[in-house]
């Protein structure tokens, strides 16, 4: 199969020809027809992933047809449409049997733990645990752009943040997650805030249901205060860097909810959080890390229904041959919309 690979981290990735993979017996090989570009793969193809072994193919946020299925499954076919989390749970620890596959203390994730799926195939594991069919109205490049981004915001504003109608919510950082969690949190009935650097992705944020957008390069905090009148009730760094986490914990009103949602790896590993203010106003700090499979339910209903528009957050669609340049460049922050590849 057609493969985007790389044998050192930080070396231009190359498109070669590798073997097919097989399936496991409790898993299925699918044929990827759509998967997106996302900074987690970059983050992986700098070094910051310890699980990544070389040579490596990345991809994670995948969508496509069930080509092979391993002989002890019993809910997929040849030929089912489906995706997947990008966190896929073992089945047999006791965070998988308490239905957290998303913190599975044995997980597996294509694209990190084994290959992924900037591929023309890609195997997944535990396949009845871990799968999930698409709605028939759904496009795959649509189904691949929910996998990561979609679905992490979804736990984070639904079943972390729990938000509800008439609250506050601050988003810092509009890239794919912080558009998606401003798409959520509006649908949920919130007061959404979008902040940013770039005035286009503060356009879409209103565009998307934002009742105001913040430029990030002034007080935010301030700002913030200022319009909800005291602080945000629920509050999301949804780009992972110390300037975005602490204006999300500082804007918070007492007993707010920060959501740590954007990755802080490399330099960021350890930022210094502003204690005081969690301490003496009782904040909350929540981590929120993809969305385990039975929980796609609610979220592709709510797609379904129309009240959620995913395919309104898919940018670029690119070949395979262009994968590697725009993996390289995820760090730089360029495009609106998540850049996903649909031909191979
Ligand atoms: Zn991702
Ligand atoms: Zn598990």
Known sequence: MKAV??????????????????PEPHGVVL?????????SDWHGWMGHD???????????????????????????????????????????CSECHAGHQQVCLHQEQPGFTHWGSFAEYVPIHQADLNVVALPE?????????????????????????????????????CGGVGLSAVMI?????????????????????????AVAAIDGTGDVVEAIKE??????????????HPATMTNSILCLRPRGKHIQVG??????AAPA?????????????????GMQAHRYGAMLDMVESGKLNPARLVGDKIGIDAAPEALMNMDKFQSVGATVITSF
């Open 263 to 268: 990755l802080m790896l490399g330099d960021h």
């Open 50 to 92: 310890s699980d990544i072994d070389l040579p490596h193919i990345p991809g994670h946020e995948l969508a496509g047809v069930v080509e092979a299925v391993g002989k002890d499954v019993k809910n997929w076919k040849v030929g089912d449409r489906v995706t997947v989390p990008f966190i896929c749970g073992c089945g047999s």
């Open 227 to 240: 319009i909800t009148k005291g602080g945000a009730h629920v509050s999301l760094d949804a780009l992972g």
């Open 273 to 289: 959080v502003p204690m005081p203010k969690i301490v003496g106003q009782e904040i909350e700090l929540l981590g929120s890390h």
């Open 137 to 173: 109205t759904m496009d795959f490049a649509t189904a691949a752009s929910l996998g990561c981004r979609f679905a992490t915001s979804f736990r984070a504003v639904i079943d972390q943040g729990k938000v509800s109608a008439g609250q506050w919510v601050a988003v810092h950082g």
């Open 31 to 39: 044929k990827v027809e759509a998967t997106g570009v996302c900074r």
């Open 5 to 22: 690979l790389f044998e050192k981290f930080q070396e231009a990735p190359k498109v070669v020809t590798v073997a097919d993979p097989t």
């Open 185 to 209: 949190a509006s649908a949920a009935g919130a007061n959404v805030i979008g902040v940013d650097l770039d005035p286009a992705k503060l356009a879409l944020a209103k565009d998307l249901g």
